[in-house]
């Protein structure tokens, strides 16, 4: 039974600084040392973080969603707050309109290393300094969706638990094992693919030069164990990164384009080479 329903009478109460006053760094930043804490928006994303084992500080609901789409959500959660209040008034706290008219403060949990999530896993993602979260959640929903096992980032990429692209990516970090590569034996691109390789993993840059094979090269579907490369918005990947790696691969491009959206490269890249 919910118990802990909280109406919101005072904008400034410190309870409400995590949805209201801190941004995401600050948030990643709450317990350091320890983890710490990010926001999960609409009952989909939270509904997959609780599924995952996340465990939640606070919730922020509409009022008129407390009995309806949140109601499963909350009866989950015992006597975690609810701060509550009118769209309008939960709109003046934010500054944005609420998606589903929910949102969730949770802890992180410490990430995996990177054999963990490697461990099992056929083909993988790897991140170069993506840093825009919107694609940073359409990837991790493609690589959910077609075949991917895994995820790495490099340590400028954006967080897949920032609030716009959990949102954009409907959750799915939750459903796909990830991890940053930040130790000193990871460090990339020279010792990260290297360490890919003592994995057992071949790697495929994806990227537009004169060395690049066909992503649908027979050579690559034969493979494994294979890691796909991705690249900054803009740049792509780095020359360093390119030529460390064993494939370079293209997508064929018609009517004069060039190139794809880093997020759209992906999914394009996942269903193709995710196939067993």
């Not at 949102?103 to 461990?119: D, F, G, I, S």
């Not at 077609?146 to 959750?171: E, F, Q």
Request: hydrophobic content about 45%; aromatic content about 8%; glycine content about 6%.
């Amino acid at each position: 039974m919910m118990t802990n329903i909280i109406e919101i009478t005072n904008f400034s109460a410190s309870e409400l600084d995590v949805y209201a006053r801190l941004s995401e760094a600050q948030l990643l930043h709450f317990y350091e040392p320890k983890e710490g804490l990010f926001i999960a928006e609409s009952p989909k994303v939270i509904e997959r973080a609780l599924d995952a084992g996340y465990e939640p500080l606070s919730f922020l609901a509409e009022r008129r969603h407390i009995e309806g789409e949140a109601k499963s959500i909350l009866s989950r959660c015992g006597e975690i707050p609810v701060y509550t209040a009118d769209f309008d008034v939960l709109t003046k706290l934010t500054g944005f309109q609420l998606t589903r008219g929910m949102l969730c403060a949770m802890h992180r949990k410490q990430l995996p290393l990177l054999a963990e999530v490697c461990k099992d896993a056929k083909r993988v993602a790897i991140l170069e300094n993506v840093v825009n979260p919107t694609n940073v959640g359409a990837i991790f929903r493609s690589a959910a969706a077609l075949g991917i096992d895994a995820v790495l980032l490099t340590p400028a990429c954006s967080d897949p638990l920032y609030r716009r692209a959990l949102r954009v990516g409907m959750g799915t970090a939750f459903q796909i094992p990830w991890t940053y590569m930040s130790s000193a034996d990871e460090a990339w691109p020279e010792k990260g693919i290297s360490r890919l390789h003592e994995l057992g993993f071949k790697t495929a840059a994806m990227a537009l030069n004169e060395q690049s094979v066909s992503i649908d090269h027979p050579a690559l579907m034969e493979e494994e164990r294979l890691a796909i490369i991705l690249g900054t918005e803009g740049d792509g990947l780095s020359d360093s990164t390119i030529a460390g790696c064993d494939y370079t691969v293209r997508i064929p491009m018609y009517h004069g384009v060039d190139s794809l959206n880093v997020a759209a490269a992906s999914a394009v890249a996942f269903w193709q080479l995710g196939k067993r």
